[in-house]
């Protein structure tokens, strides 16, 4: 399919939406550098491919679906044990406290560049709090996109995870990463 104007949508059955972690602080060896993937998402796109700045992008992800898929580095290799605690640390109150905030939410306010090569700017909310956020990508024109941004946890109140009296703990900032093989084109409620 050749991406032009018009409504898309997309999510995990075509996609995948991945966060990736880092370590900080003197104990870093004996933690994991984290990628968790969001197994639950759709996102919507309206494509004007002539004029991008009239495009836009929503994406939504449920805080629940988060699911640890590999840990790299660490004293230990990681096990599903390690996985399972992970996943109920982040669903915790002192991280995405997912009951309160079911949901993370990505609206775009504007969008420069190509299809081939864009930057979405837009807001982002995460636990009720919406900061702007910046996310890079391209398109091969025939229906593939992928790109990334990178996030700062205490811009949205998430004080990053800390183990053995913070000797060990995760850098603030995190990746986001995105591929998306196929869009499917959606009903234009404008006709």
């Known amino acids: 399919m050749t991406l032009s104007d018009g409504v898309y949508g997309f999510g995990p059955s075509a996609g995948r939406l991945l966060i990736k972690t880092s370590r900080a602080g003197l104990g870093r060896k004996a933690g994991h550098d984290l990628t968790i993937e969001a197994t639950r998402w759709s996102g919507k796109a309206v ?32 096990v599903d044990t390690d996985r399972a605690q992970i996943k109920r640390t982040l669903e915790g109150e002192a991280l995405l406290h997912t009951s309160q905030h079911p949901t993370i939410v990505f609206r775009s306010t504007g969008i420069t560049g190509t299809l081939q090569s864009f930057e979405i700017t837009g807001d982002l909310t995460i636990k009720g709090r919406t900061h702007p956020a910046t996310v890079h990508g391209g398109s091969d024109g025939d229906g593939m996109v992928c790109g990334w941004g990178t996030i700062t946890q205490s811009t949205w109140g998430i004080k990053p995870y800390t183990a053995f009296l913070g000797a060990l703990k995760l850098a603030d900032e995190v990746r986001i990463e995105y591929a998306v093989t196929e869009l499917e084109r959606l009903p234009d409620p404008a006709g």
């Open 47 to 78: 494509v004007v491919a002539d004029d991008p700045g009239k495009s836009s992008v929503t994406v939504e992800v449920e805080t629940g679906s988060l699911a640890v898929r590999e840990g790299v580095g660490g004293l230990k290799p990681l």
